[in-house]
């Protein structure tokens, strides 16, 4: 059905114009020039649905849950709009269109061709998209920030370079791109509004594809008075009256983008919406402010050859970065915009590496993130899961199973570095109402290992399962705790195949969870560390007692970890198996037996022998260091996930292992051929969720926030 309405905004030109002479003023702190196109984000789409490891890079801030890219030179169909958005359909990421939003300027009845002139310069910065494009006579700048979270705020500045006035026509153009599928296909709808143009969202429940409530909108309002003409799926907005542009002087349009999830988003964001229309050179400044810290914070003493990285892996966490929405109570970082099932949640072990990182230029975001995933801490009066008191689920999501969500997930947990991603935010910002906060949190989760994942009792503590109804069959319950491990389909699970997992009971002989029949190595050791980092903060907050009890826990783990995990024969910590306590070197080498130099479990003499692996090429020094099974198993496998692709965390640990223990010019030189090695990563390219040892081709997920986080922390 085709339909047209006009529509006309009553507010004066003069009010929303601002005239300025050319050029504008210089900025103090780090240019923005410095650090342009750090990350390819030129693109446009051509289907709604993107692949499902999306190919163009986008940019995002405040924790917006929509993002753009820019077009790329030759793309003249999208020039004049920034391409997108892409939407977050609460879940899934959707483009809306090709470029929403495209500026038209004509004079005297004819559209000036913004690539008649040459190509333009369309940058990406950090903090802001902008577009140039010389013209005869005229200048036009795109800039677009975000102002807030949920609305992009977009600049339009009309130069006239010229000798004399020029009077021009200025409206804007877009069309959605559909989903190809019902019911995808019929939830956008265009509507024009009296300050611009609207998509409402109709009800979608596709759990594993398209999740709307009927409540979302996506909405365009310009500050000058316009009107607007919907034509199917297409629609023209005009400004009221022409523009007269003085030679010499600027004039500049605003319009912000505003996409929100519920009625009660859109009222809290309209007074926003309203002040950064009348005030955009406030918002402005702000942004570009808070962007210039951030910069200066993830560059400080870095080396020059390497602060192009640093900004790039700034900008891929705050790209990733989603604000409070649905379930998700606080502020945090997805593991990645660019792939379908990483876009709308937040993952536990994702987010204590990525604290760290985001601490470097954000404490408060860093701090935020950590609470996202402890607002849904099991608590004692769980009405179906008590015996889980202190758990942290796997992953959260916009939707709960209570609201359809697929995602979501209570069947496991995440390895224990919560504790560490504490302490560090606290070293950058000193925060010890933070740390009062978090440690009671910290320490029923802590306890709960030992409570549900300690099938023996003997202080080495097992991964494993929750009792679940996901976790009926033991195939279930030996794939959610492969799951917890972080490790999925790692070699040293594979034994544990359909009756690798055992029951544990209360006093009662209720059971409380599974096990695998294995202790595990990174487990125990990270479980040393956080017994480490407790120590500490109940140290800062003044209990002595339950520092030195941690304290002296710590010590009784180190040991039992030197003593019954490492193989003098091979050099090597292992996994052992619960019944026997043999390790389980016939399993190979896994980068998990160097997490004990990390938590500094690791006696001297130990050390010497890991670290004799990690730099030998035919084990863990391969082209691209660090594989996650050392190249002389015979389960390597360079591209298979967790059987030996490089993941920047485990390199990060094994880096900082070295570094502990005194090895630092190995760790240079390693992280050296790691940095270098990584296809694209000291280039324009993604930082990737892994890399193929043997080639450093990229792997799997594009701009992946632990590997950009550690990136940072590496620093």
């Not at 429940?205 to 008075?225: K, M, S």
């Not at 500094?600 to 004799?612: D, I, K, N, P, S």
Request: charged letters at 20%.
């Amino acid at each position: 059905m085709r339909r047209s309405l006009h529509t006309l905004a009553g507010l004066t030109l003069g009010s929303t114009l601002l005239v300025t002479a050319l050029p504008a003023p210089a900025e103090a702190g780090p240019r923005p020039d410095q650090y342009t196109d750090v990350l390819d984000m030129h693109g446009v789409p051509s289907n709604a649905l993107p692949a499902e490891v999306n190919e163009i890079n986008v940019f995002a801030d405040r924790g917006a849950w929509h993002a753009y890219a820019l077009p790329g030179q030759g793309d003249k169909d999208a020039y004049g709009g920034f391409s997108g958005p892409l939407y977050i359909a609460q879940e899934y990421p959707w483009w809306l269109s090709k470029a929403f939003s495209r500026i038209r300027l004509s004079e005297n009845g004819r559209d000036i061709d913004l690539g008649a002139a040459g190509a333009p310069r369309l940058t990406a910065l950090p903090g802001m998209l902008r577009q140039v494009y010389d013209l005869p006579g005229l200048r036009l700048t795109l800039e677009l920030r975000f102002a807030s979270g949920h609305s992009a705020l977009v600049r339009a500045y009309v130069a006239n370079t010229g000798t004399s006035p020029r009077t021009l026509q200025v409206g804007w153009s877009g069309s959605l791109l559909r989903p190809d599928t019902e019911p995808m296909k019929s939830a956008p709808s265009l509507h024009a509004t009296a300050r611009g143009v609207a998509v409402g969202f109709a009800r979608v429940r596709e759990q594993w594809d398209y999740l709307t409530d009927g409540t979302e909108r996506f909405e365009v309002t310009h500050a000058a008075p316009v009107r607007t003409t919907v034509t199917g799926d297409s629609y023209r907005t005009d400004l009221a009256r022409p523009l007269t542009v003085a030679a010499g002087r600027s004039s500049a349009l605003t319009w912000t983008e505003t996409y929100t999830f519920t009625a009660a988003e859109r009222e809290r964001e309209a007074p926003a919406v309203r002040n950064l229309l009348r005030r955009p050179g406030a918002a402005i400044d702000d942004t570009d402010a808070r962007w210039r810290r951030y910069v200066a914070a993830v560059t400080d003493d870095v080396p020059a050859g390497r602060r192009r990285l640093a900004v790039k892996a700034l900008e891929t966490l705050v790209t990733n970065w989603r604000g409070p929405a649905g379930r998700l109570e606080h502020g945090g970082i997805t593991p990645s915009i660019s792939y379908k099932w990483f876009t709308g949640g937040f993952w536990a072990w994702d987010t204590w590496k990525q604290a760290v990182g985001v601490a470097r230029f954000d404490p408060a975001l860093a701090e935020s993130q950590i609470r996202s995933m402890f607002d849904h801490q099991i608590t004692p009066d769980s009405a179906t899961r008590p015996q889980d008191t202190g758990m942290i689920p796997d992953c959260l999501f916009y939707n709960d199973p209570a609201r359809g969500g697929g995602n979501w997930n209570e069947r496991n947990t995440k390895p224990p570095l919560a504790a560490w991603a504490v302490w560090e935010t606290y070293r950058r910002n000193g925060d010890v109402g933070f740390l009062r906060e978090m440690y009671p949190k910290l320490v029923a989760y802590h306890d709960w290992w030992y409570r549900t994942r300690d099938h023996d009792h003997d202080g080495l503590a097992e991964y494993g399962a929750t009792v679940d109804p996901a976790n009926a069959t033991p195939e279930d319950r030996r794939q959610a705790a492969a799951w917890e491990s972080g490790m999925d389909n790692a070699p040293r699970f594979d034994a544990a195949l359909g009756t690798g997992v055992v029951e544990n009971r209360d006093a009662a002989g209720r059971v409380v969870g599974y096990s695998l029949n294995q202790e595990s190595v990174d487990l125990n050791a990270y479980l040393a560390a956080e017994k480490g980092y407790l120590a500490a903060i109940a140290r800062r907050l003044g209990d002595g007692a339950a520092s030195r009890r941690l304290t002296a826990q710590a010590r009784t783990l180190t040991t039992a970890i030197r003593t019954s995990m490492y193989d003098p024969e091979t050099g090597f910590f292992y996994d052992i198996d619960l019944a026997s306590g043999r390790r389980l070197v016939d399993r190979g080498r896994g980068i998990e037996g160097a997490i004990p130099l990390w938590a500094g479990v690791a006696t001297g003499q130990q050390a010497a022998a890991v670290r004799g692996r990690l730099t030998d090429p035919g084990e863990f020094a391969t082209a691209m260091p660090f594989p996650t099974v050392s190249k002389s198993s015979p389960y390597f496998a360079p591209e298979k996930y967790w059987r030996g692709p490089v993941w920047l965390d485990q390199a990060y640990f094994s880096l900082k292992g070295l570094q502990r223990y005194g090895y630092g010019a190995d760790a240079s030189a390693l992280a050296g051929r790691l940095r270098g090695s990584a296809a694209g990563l000291l280039g324009d390219g993604p930082i990737m969720e892994n890399y193929n040892p043997l080639t450093g081709a990229a792997l799997n997920s594009t701009n992946f926030s632990w590997s950009a986080a550690l990136l940072l922390a590496l620093e």
